[in-house]
């Protein structure tokens, strides 16, 4: 399901990035936007209905926004902001898997969570302590 997904992103890349920035600037443009609003939406449910039965309702909102927010913190433009968050998405996995490995007694979405967490207060401290303090 996730390479339909990544799919259906890849082949209506120009058409989402449209839509998302300005609706009505992409109707005008002869972007379908009740097409490409129902197409999200129902990406946005499969991805919601997947994670919650998979690690649970307070793990599947982690896996939502923290590698989202995880990536805009390394960058502000939009491909490359997806890119960070497959990457962070799929580290977190690896580590929450090697996580339970080592500690079986750890389940599996737990630790997937907190390495996405650990992730997002590295990436955090380290774009903290790179950019200048501004004053005033």
């Known amino acids: 399901i996730s390479l ?4 259906v992103i890849a082949l209506m890349n120009k058409e989402i990035v449209s839509y ?11 972007v379908n936007t009740t097409i490409v609003y129902k197409i999200l939406m129902i990406l946005i449910a499969a991805v919601v209905i997947i994670s919650v039965r998979v690690v649970g309702t307070v793990l599947a909102t982690a896996l939502l926004v923290l590698p989202g927010t995880t990536a805009l913190l390394l960058s502000r433009e939009l491909r490359t902001v997806l890119i960070y968050s497959i990457a962070v998405s ?3 996995v690896i580590i929450g898997l090697l996580i339970y490995m080592r500690w079986p007694l750890i389940p599996l979405g737990p ?10 207060g590295v990436v955090y ?5 790179r950019s200048p303090v501004q004053t005033g």
């Not at 998302?20 to 002869?30: E, N």
């Not at 401290?125 to 302590?129: C, M």
């Open 4 to 7: 339909a997904i990544v799919a």
């Open 20 to 30: 998302s920035f300005d609706p009505l600037a992409a109707r005008i443009s002869g």
């Open 90 to 92: 799929v580290a977190s």
């Open 111 to 120: 630790s997937i969570g907190l390495s996405l967490v650990i992730e997002f």
């Open 125 to 129: 401290a380290v774009t903290k302590l």
